[in-house]
Nanobody, 119 residues
Framework: QVQLVESGGGLVQAGGSLRLSCAAS????????MGWYRQAPGKQRELVTT???????NYADSVKGRFTIARGNAKNTVHLQMNSLKPGDTAVYYC?????????????WGQGTQVTVSS
């Protein structure tokens, strides 16, 4: 059983920074892709950023230039540095990890961490 545990959420003023972390535990193996999604109240969950095992990154247009994803030194950890935060970034942020298997991709999700940006 694989678990993803997020940390680092909280309340910050607009223009501030937060750093989210996600660590996998349990039956650990190498994920092909790790990333972050977010869901604001009344909205659908949306992609924020992903990073592949080869360190190829992808960002939503709304966070480009402000957010940075990076793999941690420990296996199957990933960090999200969020700078110049805006009230529109307020959401629950979910860590995601994907393992490609013969039957198709298998997705794993964290429990979510709240990020609130005040104006």
């Amino acid at each position: 059983q694989v678990q993803l545990v997020e940390s680092g959420g909280g309340l910050v003023q607009a223009g501030g920074s937060l750093r989210l972390s996600c660590a996998a535990s349990g039956n650990i193996f190498s994920f092909n892709v790790m990333g972050w999604y977010r869901q604001a109240p009344g909205k659908q969950r949306e992609l924020v950023t992903t990073i592949t095992s080869g360190n190829i990154t992808n960002y939503a247009d709304s966070v480009k230039g402000r957010f940075t994803i990076a793999r941690g030194n420990a296996k199957n950890t990933v960090h999200l540095q969020m700078n110049s935060l805006k009230p529109g970034d307020t959401a629950v942020y979910y860590c995601n990890a994907v393992k490609f298997v013969p039957g198709g991709p298998v997705n794993y999700w964290g429990q979510g961490t709240q990020v609130t940006v005040s104006s």
